[in-house]
């Protein structure tokens, strides 16, 4: 599909879909949101093994969304544009691929929850990562106030929804906001080294590990408990995990479908 502000972009089975508002830094106008969405749906019925999710430009992630559009916003409004953060939001949080922020520059309000809704966060040491939606008069609407307590515990997610504060890369590193910061120079590749290394994983053993993942934060600890261990046992017998555990033995190295 052809979109204006968004970029879906193959490398093998490697997916990386870039805003590209550079202009704007990438902030999300509805358009653009709309084109995310239907490009992760996109990625994963190509039969992508990772997506990666970039901003254009070397000064912003995602921004955040497009204040000029939400001014007049009516509550009804609001509450369709909140629809469509969250719908964009789960797609990365539920995608059965592992998804992967590439934060470089500004990932601030609907950017940062975007970017808490992916697996993994890489960050350049120039990251700036924040909610800052109070300082709008406005709260979080795209996830972050359920995602952002299970990463960086409640302190820390109540300083940074209730004052906006904003975090550098070495700080959201401490607080587990990101994985990694990686240096400028250094950074493509250590995108490129962690897809590929993702990609080369059994692709359903991932996806159900992922979604066991997720099963944490809906119910009881008993029912996640149950769904892992229905799912650990449904693995046996696919080929992957007879090709992993058959490597093992004969001190090799596993080739997955």
Known sequence: MDWETV????????????VDRPDQLNALD??????????????????????????????????????????????PEAEELSALGHAVSDRLATAPIPTIAGI?????????????????????????IGTTEIDLGIMPGWGATQRLPTIVGDAMARR??????????????????????????????????????????????????????????TGSREAGLEYERRAFAGLFGTADQREGMTAFLEDREPDFE
């Open 160 to 217: 940074m929804i209730f004052l906006g504060e904003q975090l550098d890369a070495e700080t959201a590193l401490e607080h587990g906001l990101v994985g990694e910061v990686v240096p400028d120079e250094e950074f493509e590749d250590r995108l490129d080294t962690l897809a590929s290394d993702l990609a080369a994983k059994p692709h359903f053993a991932l996806q159900t590990a992922k979604a066991a993942i997720n099963q944490a934060g």
């Open 7 to 18: 970029t879906l972009a193959y490398d093998d089975d490697i997916a990386t879909l870039t």
């Open 104 to 128: 470089d520059g500004y990932a601030l309000g609907g950017g940062c929850e975007l970017a808490v809704a992916c697996d993994f966060r890489v960050a350049t040491p120039d990251a700036l």
């Open 30 to 75: 509805v358009p653009t949101l709309e084109a995310l969405g239907e490009a992760i749906d996109t990625a994963v019925e190509d039969d992508a093994r990772v997506l990666v999710v970039r901003g254009a430009g070397d000064r912003a992630f995602i921004a955040g969304g497009d204040i000029a559009h939400m001014q007049d916003l009516s509550t």
